[in-house]
Structures are given as C-alpha cells and as structure tokens.
C-alpha cells in the first residue's frame, strides 16, 4: 500500500505520534505562520496560521513533504513545509505562466513574437535558481520586511546583514554590538511581523 | 542573468533562515506573550491548531479510502473483464486450470497449488478463479516464468 522506498522517512504512525505530541508547540508554529503570512501576503493562498499548519500535516502525511526524523524535529520539519507552501507559486498559479498575476508577467516571456514562441519559465527551472516570478515574490516581500523598520535603525541594519548571510556573532562584531542586542533585534523584527500579519 | 537577480531570494532566505532560528530559541512563554500582545488569542488559536491537525489526518485517510476504493472497483471491473476470454465449455476451462497451476505452479498461492479437486468446482468458482489468473496474465497455459 505505502511502497515508501525511503526507509530514513517517518511512518504514518510516527507522523500522527508526532502530531499528537506537539502540544504547546503549536503556539511556535503560530509564530512562525504568522511570519511567513506577512512574508508572503501576496502571493500566498492562505490566510490564517492553521490553514497554512493543516496544509504542511496533510502533505506530510502524504509524503508529498517527507519528514526525516533523524535529520531534524517534528516542529523543525513543520516549519520548513510551511515555509515551502507559503512560497510555492507554480502550486498555486499552475503551469500556465499566464496565471500568475500581472506584475509579476512583465518577467514571465522571453522573446518571441508569439505564444508559440515564447517560452515558459516555470517549465525551464534549471537547478536550483529561481525564477523570476520568484525573485519577484522574494524583492516585494523583503521590501515589504524592510519598510516596516525604517523607524528603527539598529534592526533594520541587523535585518540587513542577516539578509547578506551573516550569523550573530559577526552582525554583533560589525555593528559593535552584544550578541544580545543582536538576538533582541532579530526578536523585535519577528514581533513586527507577526504583529503586521493582520 | 547577471547575479543582482538572484539576490532578492537569497536575502530573502537568510532573513527566513535568521527568523526561525530566533523563533526556535525562544521560551514559549515569551511567545504566548508576543501572540497576545499582537491581538491573538493563544487559547483560541491553539484550539484552532488542534483542530487543523485533526482535520488533515481525516482529509488524508479520507482520500486514501477513496483511492482504494477505486482501486477495488477498478481491480473487480478488470476480473469482470476477463469473463470474456475464458473458453465456453465447462470441459475447457477444466483442462485449461490444470493446465495453469501446472505450469505455473511456483507462482500460485497454496490454495491453487493444492487445489485437487478441479472437477468439483462450481461453474461460478472456476469462471472466478480463471479470471483471477487472468488479471494477473497467467490465463494462456503457455505463460509462466520463462523456466
């Protein structure tokens, strides 16, 4: 019945375990929900934190996001599915690149004189770069982030060198500043979001 | 595409990647206080979480009964189907059963391997069982394993 062939992915059972077990750490994957919401309040289908959680258990009951428990938690997985769902555009605009709303068309064809011609780039991803309706999605919403901090200096240039890669330690030593004002940042930046998602 | 393009994504993990990780280390308590603190109601949001996880494992069996239902229904349409290959007489499909499961007898359940009595099947147990054999393209006598 399940010829699951990744003999490394939880069971059924272990996924409904886990489900069971989750408990308090519900409230975590609100947070994260509503962080990803904002995030992607354009492009994303969902509205609420426990429809974009009920859509990350349903796939990964159906392996469709499998998750590995040696590799990671139940909650770590969770989150990593809702961030995938949230971001995933060919799921909710379909391969049709005409579906994807107006602004971000501008970028969809490449030359051609005509449809025949002209060619899909949902269809032509190549590895693991993004698409431009991607990069789209990614320029509104990091822009979208950044706007709401330009009142505050020290997270919105903690938020931009996160943005460049950097880990805590090297933020703090360039901004001289502790760790714990760069941690208490990142957790200010986190608040706003959830806070804007409604 | 120069690599200006991909930046935009690239920033855009980092900053995910920075959020979870803050949002992994801190204590639950701080973050009912943040929820409620943005206008959202911990208990009735965790009722709704709870709800949702209930939810999607009823949607998962759900369509996992209804696939294999159509399995079933599919499986027994293709049994049905077979009727029309089988020999008229009842005398044929006798001499074809026998002839199946000794040929093909390392491939057949013990309740074909055993089977002693073919002359006493009823006409609907020996049309089923043909059909079986059929579905699963074994219904020539010349079909087997190669041996």
Known sequence: MFEDQDSDCASDAEVR????????????????????LFTYRDFCEYREAQDLYMEAVLRTLQ?????????????????????????????????????????????????????????????NVAGTAPTPEEELVAKQATERIEFLFEDDAEASLVLMLFGEGKKEPEIAFELGLTRSQVHA???RVRYKLSKAAH | MSDQS??????????????????????????????????????????????????????????????LTAERTESVKRIGRAADRLPQSRDERID???????????QLTAQFRDLKDIEKLSDDELSNMLQQ????????????NGG
Request: hydrophobic share 40%.
């Open chain 2, 96 to 106: 074809l059963l026998q002839a199946i499961c000794k040929k093909n007898s390392l």
């Open chain 2, 133 to 144: 054999l059929a579905v699963l393209g074994l219904l020539s006598p010349d079909s087997g």
């Open chain 1, 63 to 123: 392996r469709d996001r499998r998750w590995k428990p040696q590799n990671c938690t139940f909650v770590e997985h969770l989150m990593g599915a809702m961030r995938s769902i949230a971001n995933h555009l060919p799921e909710k605009y379909g391969k049709d690149a005409r579906n994807i709303p107006i602004r971000a068309t501008d970028l969809v064809y490449s030359s051609g004189e005509d449809d025949e011609q002209r060619v899909n780039p949902l269809e």
């Open chain 1, 185 to 187: 940042a990142i957790e």
């Open chain 1, 17 to 36: 375990s886990a489900i069971s077990s989750l408990g308090n750490e519900r409230v975590r994957l609100v947070a994260w929900a509503r962080v990803l």
């Open chain 2, 6 to 67: 991909n930046d935009a994504a690239k920033r855009l993990g980092f900053m995910l990647d920075a959020l979870q990780e803050s949002l992994l280390e801190t204590s639950l308590e701080d973050l009912v206080k943040e929820l409620r603190a943005a206008g959202v109601d911990p208990l009735k949001t965790m009722s709704l979480m709870e709800f949702a996880g209930e939810k999607a494992i009823a949607e998962h069996y759900q369509r996992l009964r209804e696939r």
